[in-house]
């Protein structure tokens, strides 16, 4: 009986291992370059006005997490920036932020 109780339990750890799911960061990575357009402390997201992200996502605007809140302490609304967005569906997030310019003041 012992024999048979390791083994099942032996087998029901190694199915439960190979069930699980990868760590978030773990999930694909890609490039991002956009321009923040708005800014929520409260969430710690950015909405960002990018461009075609790998084979992820076409050019649009939307909110993104972004972690962590030392990489959200970055922004401010006009930068332009280059980012790493890391998704693992259906969970994203914006890391690894660059700031690599800012968007003309509006005119008076």
Not at 26 to 46: C, I, N, P, R, W
Not at 73 to 91: C, E, F, M, N, Y
């Amino acid at each position: 009986m012992p024999r048979t109780f390791s083994a099942v339990a032996f087998l029901l750890l190694l199915l439960a291992a190979c069930s699980s799911k990868p760590p978030a960061s773990g999930g694909k990575h890609y490039s991002m370059e956009g321009t923040v357009m708005a800014l929520d402390a409260k969430s710690q997201s950015a909405t960002i006005a990018a461009g075609q992200i790998g084979d992820w996502m076409g050019p649009m605007t939307m909110e993104y997490p972004v972690k962590p809140a030392s990489e959200f302490q970055k922004l401010h609304v006009g930068d332009k920036i280059r980012a790493t967005v890391v998704v693992d569906d259906p969970a994203f997030y914006v890391t690894d932020v660059k700031v690599v310019g800012s968007a003309p003041a509006p005119a008076k």
